[in-house]
């Protein structure tokens, strides 16, 4: 167990909605980053956040938004999805270095 | 020519065997050197970093940089069945505002 937790484990939605997944990070950390991992593109970062502040930017479509709150949760809102956004999507989190990062149990997402 | 270059596999190798699995890259400001171990359908657990060239081994892990032939490697002794996963490797600038970039993973399989 890596200390980070992911909510829901499996979503399931059509084309043109939107969902919001939740991330807690490791109790300490500050940073968060959400990753999405495909069958053909592989895992693949998309944002950062630490201290409540974006740090970096990835791989991130328009139609996807992230936040990091107060007590350091994040959400990553994904809109108008299509049938592509279909994958696991991993939080991470770490201290103030990037390089040692510890994934969460990922939310599957399907959309119909 | 994609960042990360890793075989996907699978490589299946008996039980107690000495298993090589590798990456190529070509930025060469990648600093930081992760393998990670994905069992299906579940988080990457990070087994060890490398900062720069050289070699670091845990347990029954040994990993290796070459940074002059953007080359690395992660060496696995005396495998055993719990081993079959698929391993990723990771990279990172380092300074703590980017995301890691990611091979495909290998899949590996040790055989009883």
């Known amino acids: 167990d890596s200390g980070v937790t992911q909510t829901p484990k499996h979503l399931i939605t059509a084309t043109g909605q939107r969902v919001t997944l939740r991330c807690s990070p490791r109790?300490?950390?500050?940073?968060v980053y959400w990753y999405q991992q495909s069958l053909d593109q592989g895992l693949q970062f998309l944002i950062q956040?630490?201290?409540?502040?974006?740090?970096a930017k990835g791989n991130i479509l328009e139609r996807f938004s992230a936040q990091q709150f107060p007590d350091l949760h994040s959400e990553l809102n994904l809109s108008s999805l299509e049938l592509g956004d279909s994958a696991l999507y991993f939080c991470?989190?770490?201290?103030?270095?990037?390089?040692?990062?510890?994934f969460g149990p990922g939310t599957r997402l399907t959309v119909t | 020519q994609k960042e990360v270059e890793q075989d996907p596999g699978p490589l299946s190798v008996p039980e107690g065997a000495i298993v090589s699995l590798n990456c190529t890259y070509s930025?060469?400001?990648?600093?930081?050197f992760m393998w990670y171990r994905q069992y299906s359908r579940k988080g990457p657990e990070l087994l060890m970093y490398?900062?720069?060239?050289g070699n670091k081994e845990d347990g029954r892990f040994t990993a290796q940089v070459d940074k002059s032939s953007k080359y690395i490697s992660l060496f696995i002794r005396d495998s055993q069945p719990s081993d079959s996963a698929t391993y990723l490797c990771a990279m990172s600038e380092g300074g703590g505002a980017d995301g890691l970039t990611f091979g495909k993973g290998t899949h590996l399989i040790i055989q009883p």
């Open positions: 991470a989190s770490s201290g103030y270095t990037s390089y040692e990062q510890y």
């Open positions: 490398t900062y720069s060239s």
């Open positions: 109790s300490g950390d500050l940073s």
């Open positions: 956040y630490y201290n409540g502040e974006e740090r």
């Open positions: 930025n060469s400001a990648f600093q930081y």
